[in-house]
């Protein structure tokens, strides 16, 4: 079954480092995307791509990065890890032409920032 | 910023009865969605409903949507333990092709 995973699942790492959090979708979708999700803001979107070498810049992407160079991974950056950056992390896909379609959710990477 | 804000915040109800949450929005839409997310997962898609339509149903869920009060309500009949989530709407704004998810509601089904 097509499926969208998230890793690692859980991550702790020490302010000023570099964190790259991967996700990989089979489903073969154009579109992708990363939020974050904080208590008392609900999910806030970070960056998002319409396909191959496509990125744009979401409500909440200083200090964050993606690049997009096949259909099945959207890696994220995080360029110089702070501790507001501390939150859990969820990828997202859609099928269609735009992101107003229905989106499938990986599980989630939970990142701590000490 | 948030487009959509849930209400009630939290939501605590008995196995058997209905489950009436509602999202409010800012500006015009060409659909809002209703997403579920147990605990310590991801979102789940539940329900789409465009601008041009007032009513859909899926199983036991009812979406209704009102665009001149720019409000929504997801009703979830004869409610089960395994209901228990938190539940968020997400708009598509005119024009633009992103969603933006409100802050959601806890319920809490007990058997």
């Known amino acids: 079954d097509a499926e969208i995973t998230q890793s690692p699942r859980h991550k702790i790492t020490e302010t000023g480092r570099q964190v790259t959090l991967a996700c990989h979708q089979t489903w073969n979708h154009n579109n992708m995307f990363w939020y974050r999700q904080d208590l008392g803001h609900g999910l806030r979107l970070i960056h998002y791509s319409y396909g191959v070498q496509d990125t744009n810049k979401g409500e909440v992407s200083d200090g964050y990065s993606v690049s997009r160079s096949n259909t099945e991974d959207l890696p994220l950056t995080l360029e110089s890890a702070a501790s507001s950056q501390t939150s859990v992390y969820f990828c997202?896909?859609?099928?269609?032409?735009?992101?107003?379609?229905?989106?499938?959710f990986g599980p989630g990477t939970r990142l701590t920032v000490l | 910023s948030q487009q959509g804000e849930e209400d009630p915040q939290a939501l605590s109800i008995q196995e058997g009865e209905n489950a009436t949450m509602n999202c409010s929005y800012k500006t015009s839409i060409n659909n809002l969605q209703w997403y579920r997310q147990n605990s310590g997962r991801g979102l789940v898609h539940l329900i789409l409903?465009?601008?041009?339509?007032r009513e859909k149903h899926s199983g036991r869920l009812r979406v209704t949507l009102d665009t001149s009060k720019k409000s929504s309500s997801l009703l979830i009949t004869a409610s089960r333990a395994a209901d228990t989530a938190s539940y968020f709407c997400?708009?598509?704004?005119?024009?633009?092709?992103?969603?933006?998810f409100g802050k959601g509601t806890m319920l809490l089904v007990s058997p």
């Open positions: 997202a896909s859609s099928e269609q032409g735009t992101g107003a379609d229905t989106q499938y």
């Open positions: 997400a708009t598509v704004q005119s024009g633009y092709s992103t969603l933006t």
């Open positions: 409903i465009r601008s041009n339509e």
